[in-house]
């Protein structure tokens, strides 16, 4: 017989590992309009509904998958969360050749907490610029 063994109720209340800690501490929001990766987004795309509904911005729309490209060449995406339009125009095109087209007055928008802003998310960042002519504009988190 093994020594040194020790009971399920053990395991579970002593050994069990607790689960992962997000990388940002951040808590997952899940609504019916889908999951959000904190609260501060949560928070931010309830008040873009708003604004949408009095009529301050247009054609809301949430995790648009924006393709990077170099060279015609796909070599990578960025996801934003939120693009809306100023105006009563749209905020942007799918094209067939995977590519997409911003209209004017269209604001393409991400949700920082602090400083939590990756060498990947500011290389992309630079990348979406340097490709479509404008900044993303950065919400910071205010919880």
Known sequence: MRKNLITKEEYLTN????????????????????????????????????????????????????????????????????????????AYIRLKDGHIAFFPN????????GEKRTDLFKWKASHFKAQYGFEISLNKAYL
């Not at 689960?19 to 889908?34: D, L, Q, S």
């Not at 269209?106 to 907490?113: A, F, L, S």
């Open 106 to 113: 269209c604001v393409v928008e991400d949700t920082k907490g």
């Open 15 to 90: 050994i069990k590992p607790s689960k992962p800690k997000n990388k940002y501490r951040n808590e997952i929001v899940r609504t019916e309009e889908g999951v959000f990766r904190s609260k501060a987004e949560h928070k931010r795309w309830e008040e873009l509904k708003l604004l949408e509904r009095a009529g301050e911005i247009t054609h809301l729309d949430r995790e648009v998958c924006i393709p990077l490209h170099v060279n015609d060449k796909l070599i990578g995406n960025y996801y934003a969360d939120a693009v809306y339009s100023k105006t009563d125009s749209r």
